[in-house]
């Protein structure tokens, strides 16, 4: 059993900034990548950006030089520093994790439950 907990979300003012925070906890072995997405309402889930065990990202292109994603492979934790934020940024944001679990070893792609984001004067 593997479980991903976020925790940052919230209202913030257009032009300001969060960061979200999800951390993995369980049979966990490995993990390699780790990732945020975001579903608006009315609209589909995307990929915002992602990160491997390695350290390598990828970033859509509504958010590259405003978001940021990094992880703390110790602590099975992965961030998402959010600058410059937009209206359009607000959504329901959500972790994702590609992970090797222990014995008995299987991988699984875990998501977390959600957290909001509201961009609002």
């Known amino acids: 059993q593997v479980q991903l907990v976020e925790s940052g979300g919230g209202l913030v003012q257009p032009g300001g900034s969060q960061r979200l925070s999800c951390a993995a906890s369980?049979?966990?072995?490995?993990?390699?990548?780790m990732g945020w997405y975001r579903q608006a309402p009315g609209k589909q889930r995307e990929v915002v950006a992602t990160?491997?065990?390695?350290?390598?990202?990828n970033y859509a292109d509504s958010v590259k030089g405003r978001f940021t994603i990094s992880r703390d492979n110790a602590k099975n934790t992965v961030y998402l520093q959010m600058n410059s934020l937009k209206p359009e940024d607000t959504a329901v944001y959500y972790c994702?994790?590609?992970?090797?679990?222990?014995?008995?070893?299987?991988?699984?792609?875990?998501w977390g439950q959600g957290t909001l984001v509201t961009v609002s004067p």
């Open positions: 994702t994790a590609n992970v090797l679990t222990s014995r008995p070893y299987s991988y699984l792609e875990v």
């Open positions: 369980g049979s966990i072995f490995s993990i390699n990548v």
């Open positions: 990160i491997t065990s390695g350290g390598n990202t």
